[in-house]
């Protein structure tokens, strides 16, 4: 039988427990170690003290804002975090990306589906920890996805896990066109439900950490209806 991969905390702040508790018993099931808060205060205390692999956000919580509280889980930390939220508009989605969630899930969800995407995100964070591939520079932008540094003419650049994932992406392509489709379940997931406009945001993001001028962009180039080319003519070898 095959022993499945460590498996890892899954932090889940919800109040309402009508959900939290049968979501919390899925993933006892799928082979997580569910750690249930109903408050944002809870949820702050929890992640420090335990250190989850994971964290599942409620946005409307009885003592808070779920988007504060990933605003100051963002201050020190990396873990990947989803947002839940029972409104499903564009922009409610957008904001959450912005403050530096990985992902969101509409209320009411599967819990088969939401684990599923759990185990991608996963996957992803895990993948991009030992790295063991080079640097990759173009113009004044230097790479290093094993380090997971960024530098634009030797200025470390704040880049945030997507970003710098979409950099990274563009840059191994260097010349050539990335497809949108491509770029998303790259970069996002391959079953991300949501609308590509998030991608536009993120390379919106990402233009102005480097400097680029949307109108005549030294770098990310939009190749209209296809994707997107990294311009800058050469990869070296460092
Ligand atoms: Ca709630």
Redesign the pocket.
């Known amino acids: 039988m095959d022993i499945q991969s460590p498996s890892g905390r899954i932090l889940v702040v ?3 427990e009508s959900i939290s508790e049968p979501f919390a018993e899925a993933l006892r099931r799928a082979g997580f170690e569910p750690l249930v808060t109903g408050t944002a205060a809870g949820a702050l205390e929890l992640a420090a003290s335990e250190q989850p692999d994971l964290v599942m956000l ?5 003592d808070g804002d779920g988007r504060d509280v990933c605003r100051e889980l963002r201050r020190n930390s990396d873990v990947p975090i989803m947002m ?1 939220t ?1 409104r499903g508009t564009e922009m409610d989605k957008i904001v959450g990306l912005e403050l530096g969630a990985d992902d969101y899930v509409v209320k009411p969800f599967s819990a088969a589906e939401v684990i599923s995407r759990i185990r991608a995100v996963l996957r992803r964070c895990n993948r991009a920890e030992p790295g063991r591939e080079k640097p990759l520079r173009a113009g004044a932008i230097e790479l290093d996805p094993g380090a997971r540094i960024a530098r634009a003419a030797g200025r470390e650049l704040e880049l945030s896990r997507k970003e710098f994932d979409l950099l990274a992406e563009l840059m191994r392509h260097a010349g050539q066109v990335v497809k949108r489709e491509d770029l998303m379940s790259e970069v996002w997931d391959t079953n991300w439900f949501g609308s590509t406009k998030t991608l536009d945001v993120h390379i919106g993001w990402l233009r102005r950490k480097l400097g680029d001028d949307p109108a005549d962009p030294a770098y990310i180039e939009t190749v209209r209806g296809v994707g997107f080319r990294f311009a800058a003519p050469e990869v070296e070898e460092p």
């Open positions: 919800e109040d309402e409620d946005l409307a919580l009885p839940l029972a």
